[in-house]
């Protein structure tokens, strides 16, 4: 077993978590080595444009790198975009690349992400079936929105609504298939999901709730697919987005502490002390909401590099950040400040013509969500100010927070648990 400090700071998973992370370790001070694994074959890009600028021809691929070549010269980041962790050795402070390569780490930062899952259904591995998570997937899928061709979206969760309102807009016909009841049901309020599904039907796209795809039919490409419910569906491509699983598989063989996804403290430490994890892939107590989580979102990747830098540097500071999630569709927004779903009240705020804030309470009146929907400048601000209640564990009265004529603002003095 080493004792003795030495070796670089590495980061297994060169995504937004994993590249954040590198600079965040060069801001805090740190000039000993940072090396950046990844196995994409392209540098670090940003995946919110993917499913929105990118499908719409707006973006290139390109223009999604988080930074550019110099910056990693510049910083000495040594960056290794063809490098496949194979394993962990613990006892010897090191990982293993293909072919017998290590390279010895002083701490090391697990920040591998999620990967989307598959459709578990005969006919899933046809062409045209696709899922959208890395840059190549999407430019696959981009070749497919071709004017006037039929587009089944298989899962209407965020992937799935953002990309029936590229293809709408791409010209295509479009149909959303949801095994739930109603769409976003982790995500938003049911009244929420309700909007955006009434806006995505008035642009013409059909959305099927509470069925699913028993088979995707067709030879050696996909032609349709058949519903649970009988229905056979005639589609020139599938676009599958039913969630993503987080990648532990490195750290479960290395003997890491996995509870859906890897399991941290509160300073995104693993049960091994020179290692962290971070992002997509972990899971870790919060202090706002009482219980261990894992988060999906872009917001909490920044968050989490920021922090886990200065921990992997023995800061040991905690995790408190209030999540934030965020939506385009069509001419519509949602925004969400920390986590509705653990609400037990809900309450309405009308801010705009077409825009309303719902804010979720728990069982002691406190507020832990809010999601806004409707047009941006009728709902920022309002989510915005619940988010800073929510990071002060705000109790605030429901009509005070229904009425309009209140200013959020003021709130901001109410009482903290
Ligand atoms: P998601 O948001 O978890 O939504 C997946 C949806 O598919 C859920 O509604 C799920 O229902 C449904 N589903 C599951 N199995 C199904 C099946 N067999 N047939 C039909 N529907 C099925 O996941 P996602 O949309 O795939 O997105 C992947 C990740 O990227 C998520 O972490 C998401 O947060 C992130 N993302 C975020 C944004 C954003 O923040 N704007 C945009 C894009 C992607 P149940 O809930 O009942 O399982």
Redesign the pocket.
């Known amino acids: 077993m080493k004792t003795a400090e030495h070796g670089a700071m590495v980061i297994i998973g060169a995504g937004q978590c994993g590249a954040r992370t590198a600079q965040a370790l060069r801001e805090n001070g740190w000039e000993g080595e940072v090396t950046l694994l990844g196995n994409e074959g392209i540098a670090p890009y940003d995946r919110?444009p993917l499913?929105k600028a990118v499908l719409l021809g707006q973006k290139s691929a390109a223009q999604c790198a988080l930074y550019d070549d110099a910056f990693y010269r510049d910083n000495r980041i040594d960056l290794r975009v063809d490098a496949p962790v194979t394993a962990i050795d613990r006892v010897e402070r090191r990982v293993v690349l293909g072919e017998g390569r290590t390279v010895s780490y002083r701490r090391l930062l697990i920040a591998t992400g999620a990967q989307?899952r598959s459709?578990p259904v005969p006919g899933a591995t046809l062409a045209g079936v696709h899922v959208l998570r890395s840059v190549p997937d999407a430019l696959s899928i981009v070749d497919e929105l071709q004017p006037g061709r039929r587009i089944a979206v298989?899962?209407?969760?965020?992937?799935?609504l953002?990309v029936a309102a590229s293809a709408i807009a791409r010209g295509c016909e479009v149909v959303v298939?949801?095994?739930?009841a109603r769409?976003?049901?982790?995500?938003v309020p049911e009244i929420v999901a309700g909007y955006l599904i009434e806006r995505h039907r008035q642009m013409g796209v059909e959305v099927r709730f509470a069925t699913?795809?028993d088979r995707i039919l067709g030879d050696s490409r996909v032609s349709g697919l058949k519903l649970a419910d009988g229905t056979t569906l005639q589609c020139d491509a599938v676009i599958v987005?039913?969630?993503?699983t987080p990648r532990t598989a490195l750290a479960e063989a290395a003997g890491i502490d996995v509870a859906d996804g890897i399991a941290v403290d509160d300073t995104l430490r693993t049960n091994d002390p020179y290692i962290f994890a971070a992002g997509d892939v972990c899971s870790f107590p919060h202090r706002l909401f009482r219980r261990r989580i894992r988060l999906?979102?872009?917001k909490n990747a920044e968050d989490h590099a920021r922090l886990v830098a200065r921990n992997m540097l023995e800061y040991g500071e905690t995790y408190s950040a209030v999540p934030r999630?965020?939506?385009d569709q069509y001419d519509m927004t949602i925004q969400i400040a920390g986590l509705p779903a653990f609400g037990a009240t809900s309450v309405v705020r009308e801010t705009g013509s077409a825009s309303k804030v719902f804010f979720a309470l728990d069982g002691d009146g406190v507020l832990v969500g809010a999601s806004g929907v409707g047009q941006t400048g009728e709902i920022a601000r309002e989510v915005r100010i619940a988010q800073e209640l929510i990071a002060r564990r705000a109790r605030v009265e429901p009509d005070v927070l229904a009425d309009r004529s209140t200013k959020l603002k003021s709130l901001l003095t109410a009482e903290a648990l």
């Open positions: 919110p499913s989307p459709l298989v899962g209407a969760g965020f992937i799935g953002e298939i949801e095994v739930a769409a976003l049901m982790r995500a699913q795809v987005g039913i969630g993503v999906e979102c872009w999630f965020w939506s």
